[in-house]
């Protein structure tokens, strides 16, 4: 058994708990379950930063998103050896984005509908003047009706922009995070890049490294788009990451990205709906003809009792 802050008891770990994992915990305050991180206090940490993530804190709770997971509780946790910050967020029943998209198969649809809740997060937390900076698939969770809630908002923007790089993770910053530290919104877009691209090649773009050069490296030079095959009834959402990907020819706000889902998403309903007025057209056409062949059998049977009859007078 293991408890933080004397409150929460963590339900899901091994041997060890790990800095910067999601882990389910109960609080035992309210008897409820819970998200909890643990954030050690280390020389990547910058100063404020505790307070500057209860302010964060506070905007997120006026944020009303059901894909957007409030923080309750926000305290220190301190050990024989070390001092840890922890948070604790709401709790939403699913499991990672992560783990959905390399157990599953993703069709277009699923692909983009996934898209379209990650992108109109984005942007209520834009027009709160919040980014996340850390958007990866491991703090996005979806449940069994592909409902998703994104944790972490708010942890990287309490640390004056600088990415905390959990567990060593760099494969979902952008370039100028990986460069000077600096994050913004549209280091979100090119995460939702990355992210998309997972979910349709469960792969990443620019694989991994053990440091910010490197990995940088590996993002300049860029992804080798004819080397990739992918169903062509894809081929909008390849476009849509290969956008946000791009330095360039790229996306400067979120309605830009929900108009080329949405032209994606409009197409797939129009398609269902006219296969269902076909498919409902045979319907009827088999139940017509199924009708006829009734008629013509009674009219036959009647026709054979009237002989039946007349052979007997």
Not at 14 to 21: L, M, P, R, S
Not at 51 to 75: A, F, M, R
Not at 143 to 169: C, M, P, Q, S, Y
Not at 184 to 206: A, C, H, N, Q, Y
Request: with cysteine; aromatic share 12%; proline share 1%.
């Amino acid at each position: 058994m293991q408890f933080i802050g004397n409150r929460y008891e963590i339900l899901n770990y091994g041997n060890e708990i790990q800095v910067g994992k999601l882990y389910t915990a109960r609080d035992t305050y309210y008897n409820r379950t819970v998200y909890l991180k643990l954030i050690k206090n280390v020389e990547n940490l910058r100063i404020g930063f505790m307070p500057d993530l209860i302010d964060e804190s506070t905007v997120l709770s006026q944020i009303n998103s059901e894909h957007i997971g409030k923080l309750l509780h926000i305290d220190v946790h301190c050990t024989e050896y070390d001092v840890y910050y922890y948070i604790v967020s709401e709790y939403f029943k699913g499991e990672s984005l992560k783990s959905f998209i390399y157990n599953n198969i993703l069709d277009r649809n699923t692909i983009a509908s996934l898209a379209m809740n990650i992108v109109k997060s984005l942007e209520i937390a834009n027009v709160n003047h919040l980014y996340h900076g850390s958007l990866d698939p491991n703090n996005i969770f979806i449940d069994e009706n592909k409902n998703i809630k994104i944790f972490d908002f708010g942890i990287t923007k309490a640390n004056k922009g600088v990415n905390l790089r959990f567990n060593k993770e760099r494969s979902y910053l952008c370039p100028h995070q990986l460069n000077i530290d600096y994050t913004d919104k549209e280091s979100d877009f090119f995460s939702m890049g990355i992210i998309l691209f997972e979910m349709v090649f469960r792969e990443l773009p620019f694989g991994y490294a053990y440091n910010d050069k490197e990995m940088l490296k590996q993002v300049d030079k860029g992804v080798r788009w004819s080397l990739l095959e992918y169903d062509k009834s894809l081929e909008d959402i390849v476009t849509i990451i290969r956008k946000l990907l791009s330095r360039d020819n790229k996306y400067k706000t979120t309605q830009e990205i929900v108009i080329d889902l949405s032209r994606i998403i409009y197409e797939d309903v129009q398609v269902e709906e006219e296969n269902s007025e076909y498919y409902e057209e045979q319907e009827i056409n088999i139940k017509n003809v199924n009708l006829k062949r009734k008629l013509l059998t009674s009219m036959l049977v009647l026709f054979l009792a009237i002989m039946i009859v007349l052979s007997f007078i």
